[in-house]
């Protein structure tokens, strides 16, 4: 059984047997109270024999004499072999007995209501005087599973509402006092004057109270008797309303595994109905019009080269392979600062940027990890204006971290010399903004419970709406970032894939490090609701355009200066806009608008990208590639 619960609130399950021609159960509303007298008096002609109740007891032993005990002392029951101390009589009962709430019943004790049916069951039983110089019965009763009849059952009085909360009871009474109706609706309770329908109520053990906004499972045994329908309903119970909680499942306990299953699927399966898909790459091969290489050293410390060689990109299968080899020859990067980095590794790295970009929607790739000490893939965005760490010039854009970047999908192989990394946890980020003590950062994590992410695929990916981003794997949501006031997360971003072999977070591969490490991924899809593309359509309706642009082929320096040429820009309303353009390698910048001499080698053969940008109002960049050709 499932259900939902709110703070403060408690559940309260009734459940309403309703029978074919009757239906027994714990519980028998009497007939009047007139007609009980003459029936019980027609069916009991001669007097009932009074029979002495004889208690013997042992003498307890003595006991060398303790220092009392001050304030209440409370013991957390235990089960033990399938027994449990009763709340009522702190005797050893079945526990299935023991941990139910008790029937707290109405009866009389005058002479005329005899037998009394069910009173032997009681674990503790209160006597009230009532008026009129009568005395009523309390019965409370945690053993009634066979019962076939309790009573005779009497009315409620408003004290002895009090006394059944003492044990959270379900009060069972036939009318009430006019002084004792409002007090009923702070119990469960089950009223005969209401009806002929037989109600049971349960409770979690654990007081009966539950907090928190999560979805909560439990498990409840129902002995339906000869009911041929049921009724089930669950209220959350906040101060003196309730609310009717229709969002429930029932399930019998040996198929229980079978339904949770079949509810994921469906659930995702009603998820996913809301998405068309915009785009998706099978791989079935390597799209240059989508993606382009990353090559070279591109970020922090880490210790490979992204090439473009068929060892380290290619498909095979259906499949992406980025593959992280060992060099056969070490190569040193010397950074700015004097500092340089051994480069031990070749790695891919591939981009979709000025090619395809994304905003708001569904993002998902479905892929098996590399695993081990160094491993480090990662499947990200970056903001469509960030500079390509330096690449292009400071008018096409913004540097890191003012362009945002949304890790999807990262894992920190398990390495024994860096706490918190794992072969089984993968961890979901965004990046926005600098503090004094670098840039800002979210996450979040999602651990298997069993096995690594190396072992089989599984899907990675988030749901980006214009207030929140949600990352799940497997369709499982770990984490949720609310981004309304983030504007780097307003505007179009690009997907990358790369696969570093260490680095800073990770630490670096060790003698236990398997190579060739690979990073294998089935596909990448894009999807978007109808309220998704409708924000984003609202984003490019602002978004300055390109037109022109197209891959060229030159053969001399004198050729570049016409890249422009051809190319337009404008804003919205169709006004003119300056472009800005340069050449890279995917490792170098090679030339930089009319600005800069070109580094480009016109003596042999070369492919090159082209990168065009224009700026349109508030500050509103928008990219458009081709390639370059060199004979």
């Not at 007995?97 to 049916?117: E, F, I, T």
């Not at 059944?164 to 309770?189: C, M, V, W």
């Not at 880490?302 to 095979?316: C, I, L, R």
């Not at 480009?600 to 700026?615: A, N």
């Amino acid at each position: 059984m499932r259900k939902r619960t709110g703070v403060l609130g408690w559940l309260l399950v009734g459940l309403l047997c309703i029978m074919a021609a009757g239906c027994s159960g714990p519980v028998q509303a009497p007939v009047s109270e007139s007609q009980r007298i003459i029936q019980e008096q027609t069916e009991n002609m001669e007097e009932t024999e009074h029979r002495p109740v004889v208690i013997e007891t042992e003498p307890e032993p003595e006991t060398e004499a303790q220092e009392p005990v001050k304030g209440n002392v409370i013991q957390q029951r235990t089960e033990t072999d399938g027994m449990i101390h009763s709340y009522l009589t702190g005797e050893l009962v079945p526990a299935e007995q023991g941990k139910r709430r008790p029937l707290a019943v109405m009866m009389s004790n005058d002479r005329a209501a005899l037998p009394q049916y069910g009173l032997n069951r009681a674990g503790v039983i209160y006597e009230v005087p009532v008026e009129a110089g009568m005395n009523r019965y309390m019965a409370l009763i945690e053993n009634f599973d066979d019962l076939e009849r309790i009573g005779s059952v009497r009315s409620c009085r408003t004290y002895y509402v009090y006394f059944a909360r003492e044990f959270d009871g379900i009060y069972a009474h036939f009318g009430q006092s006019t002084f004792a109706k409002p007090y009923l609706k702070y119990i469960d309770n089950i009223n005969g004057i209401d009806g002929t329908d037989t109600k049971l109520f349960v409770a979690d053990d654990n007081a009966g109270y539950a907090s928190g906004q999560e979805w909560k499972e439990y498990t409840y045994t129902f002995n339906t008797k000869d009911c041929t329908k049921l009724y089930i309903d669950i209220y959350k119970y906040v101060g003196e309303s309730s609310v009717s909680i229709s969002d429930l499942r029932l399930y019998e306990k040996s198929q229980y595994n079978q339904y949770e299953e079949e509810e994921k699927e469906e659930a995702a399966e009603e998820e996913n109905k809301k998405y068309t898909e915009v785009w998706r790459d099978d791989f079935d091969t390597l799209d240059t019009s989508t993606w382009s290489y990353q090559l070279g050293h591109k970020r922090g410390i880490e210790p490979q080269d992204y090439v473009s060689n068929k060892d380290n990109v290619f498909v095979e299968d259906g499949k992406l392979y980025l593959r992280a080899t060992e060099k056969d020859e070490y190569r040193v990067h010397y950074n700015a600062d004097g500092s340089d980095i051994v480069k031990k590794y070749d790695s891919g790295s591939i981009a979709t940027f000025g090619k395809k970009e994304f905003l708001y929607g569904k993002i998902e790739m479905r892929a098996k990890l590399p695993k081990g000490a160094g491993a480090f893939p990662a499947f990200w965005t970056l903001g469509n204006d960030f500079t390509l760490d330096g690449l292009v010039d400071s008018k096409q854009g913004v540097g890191w971290p003012m362009c945002g970047e949304i890790d999807i999908m990262e894992l920190i192989g398990a390495n024994p010399d860096v706490s918190g990394t794992s072969d089984s946890t993968v961890h979901g980020t965004i990046h926005n903004g600098l503090t004094e003590n670098g840039d800002k950062a979210q996450t979040n994590t999602y651990s298997l419970k069993e096995g690594t992410f190396n072992d089989d695929y599984h899907t990675f990916g988030i749901v980006w709406n214009p207030d929140t981003i949600e990352w799940y794997v497997d369709g499982n949501v770990y984490s949720t970032i609310y981004i309304t006031d983030l504007d780097y997360f307003q505007k179009p971003h690009y997907l990358l894939f790369n696969l570093a072999a260490g680095g800073a977070w990770p630490g670096f591969p060790n003698e236990d490090t398997e190579f060739p490490m690979d990073f294998v991924i089935d596909y990448v899809s894009y999807s978007q609701t109808a309220a998704q593309k409708e924000a984003a359509d609202k984003y490019y309706a602002t978004a300055p355009t390109f037109s022109g642009v197209k891959d060229i082929t030159i053969s001399d320096e004198s050729q570049l200066s016409s890249l422009m040429d051809h190319v337009k820009a404008t804003d919205a309303n169709g006004k003119a806009l300056d472009v800005s353009c340069s050449i890279n390698d995917g490792q170098k910048l090679m030339w930089n608008g009319r600005t800069r001499t070109s580094e480009i080698d016109f003596s042999k053969q070369g492919t090159y990208e082209i990168v065009y940008s224009t700026i349109g109002e508030n500050n509103v960049y928008t990219r458009a590639c081709a390639t370059l050709h060199v004979k």
